[in-house]
């Protein structure tokens, strides 16, 4: 029977969440075209009822019972955007067990359980998909996982964390010291009161992972690489790379090398113009290197409520579009890892 209605449930409203519902409430009638069903948010789970929202949605959508969502036959799809590992990756998985597809921008969750979470989605015919946890707006894994699909990987390099690009940006073009430049970064909403899984390199390493699963197949946990962060970068390092034409990124790379995969995450000198030496301010930018395709490259906004919603939504009219034509539990469901 034609399904008129595919019912969504979003974890968490924060910036992410209402950044989704946003998208989904701007672009209803073109969603719903494209869809050939509506696409409706049946339930939001958040931590507490009472909190201020960002975006105003009804209030009798909100609930903290996870419990709720699961037993729920009208939601198709879950949304995870709660962020952390845990309970997150156990809702996923929950939400997986009970035959619903999932969508997540949970990046960190992802890095720890891609494969296992992989595993379960194969085994309950159903999807999993993750768009927004590597770089929010910047098609990346669909680029590389579909568009890219005839290509062998060479390397993925990047731009890939938007906090430590803003930071060196500013240190590089105001001189300013890294100390000055977090306190504006906080203050502007582009950094966490705990910089701490930006600067030191935690969020690429996650993303990084991530990328590497859908790359090449292969799955190296964050803690398995080279990892160094941007809280070691002076201005005696600034300036002796401006000395040479160049700007110091935090890289997150990934690249063939010996017959193996090559990985890191750490602050490297790049010519200050080429596409990755150009990208500046908040901003994300990813070059792939592929066999047939040549040289991709990806730039745009790696965070912010409406971009990441944008590929978080972009995920769930992908699935939405499956089960409008009875194909959901139809998909090609063998995982790379
Ligand atoms: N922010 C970005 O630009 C961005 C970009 C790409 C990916 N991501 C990823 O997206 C995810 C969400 O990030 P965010 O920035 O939207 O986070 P956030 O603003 O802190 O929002 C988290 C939301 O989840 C809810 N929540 C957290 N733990 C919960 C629990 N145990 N039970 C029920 N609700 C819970 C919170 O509820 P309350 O509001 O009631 O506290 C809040 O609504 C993370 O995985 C993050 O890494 C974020």
Redesign the pocket.
């Known amino acids: 029977m034609k399904r008129t209605e595919i019912g969504v449930a979003l974890?968490?409203?924060?910036?992410?969440?209402?950044?989704t519902y946003k998208a989904l409430e701007e672009n209803f009638a073109l969603i719903e075209k494209k869809v050939g069903a509506k696409v409706v948010i049946k339930k939001i789970?958040?931590?507490?009822?009472n909190?201020p929202?960002r975006v105003e949605a009804p209030a009798e959508l909100f609930t903290?019972d996870?419990e709720e969502i699961l037993r729920d036959p009208k939601i198709d799809i879950v949304a995870?955007?709660?962020?952390?590992i845990n309970?997150?990756t156990g809702y996923i998985r929950a939400a997986l067990t009970a035959g619903k597809h999932v969508v997540?921008?949970?990046?960190?969750?992802l890095a720890v359980h891609l494969p296992d979470l992989n595993k379960a989605a194969a085994f309950h015919k159903c999807m999993l998909r993750y768009e927004?946890?590597v770089?929010?707006a910047i098609p990346v894994i669909g680029c590389i996982s579909r568009a890219l699909t005839a290509n062998r990987i060479t390397a993925v390099k990047g731009i890939v964390n938007?906090t430590t690009n803003y930071i060196l940006t500013r240190m590089a073009a105001e001189g300013a010291s890294y100390e000055d430049v977090l306190k504006d970064a906080q203050a502007l909403g582009f950094a966490e009161a705990d910089p701490t899984g930006d600067v030191e390199g935690y969020?690429a390493a996650n993303k990084l992972s991530v990328l590497m699963a859908t790359a090449f197949g292969i799955y190296r946990a964050p803690d398995s690489f080279e990892r160094v962060g941007i809280t070691g970068v002076t201005m005696e390092d600034l300036a002796a790379a401006e000395a040479e034409g160049k700007v110091i990124k935090l890289l997150a790379c990934a690249e063939e090398k010996d017959g193996g995969i090559e990985a890191y995450v750490k602050p490297v000198a790049v010519e200050k113009d080429s596409f990755l030496g150009r990208c500046g301010s908040e901003f994300n930018a990813v070059q792939i290197d592929c066999n047939m395709a040549g040289p991709i490259f990806l730039q745009g906004k790696?965070?912010?409520?409406e971009?990441?919603g944008s590929?978080v939504l972009g995920d769930i009219i992908e699935i939405a579009q499956a089960i409008a034509a009875g194909t959901e539990h139809e998909q090609p469901f063998t995982a790379l890892i």
């Open positions: 974890l968490g409203f924060g910036n992410v969440g209402s950044g789970l958040v931590r507490n009822l909190a929202r903290t996870f995870e955007l709660l962020g952390g309970p997150a997540t921008a949970n990046k960190a969750a927004a946890s770089c929010g938007g969020d790696g965070a912010g409520p971009p990441t590929a």
